[in-house]
């Protein structure tokens, strides 16, 4: 099964994204039976964000998956 999670910072206006497409999107990916879940990450710690991105860069690499630039990095 196919999980997929949505990280964003509710404090931050998001630029040049609409969240309620994405929203729009998740709902029909959960339609065709993709398991997606979206996580608020202001009140997590600078550990909890770190460990969401090594989680995202380890899956890039063994499934050859390019990670843009998420969690503020620019690599």
């Known amino acids: 099964m196919k999980r997929l999670v949505f990280l964003f ?3 931050v206006a998001p630029w040049g994204t609409d969240l309620e497409v994405i929203r729009s999107a998740l709902t029909r990916l959960r339609a065709q039976g993709v398991e997606c879940e979206e996580m ?3 009140s997590m710690t600078k550990e909890e964000l770190e ?3 090594n989680q995202a860069t380890v899956t890039a690499v063994f499934r050859h998956q390019a ?3 998420a969690f503020g990095s620019r690599r």
């Open 67 to 69: 990670v843009r630039r």
């Open 51 to 53: 460990e969401w991105r």
């Open 9 to 11: 910072d509710s404090t």
């Open 40 to 42: 608020d990450t202001t």
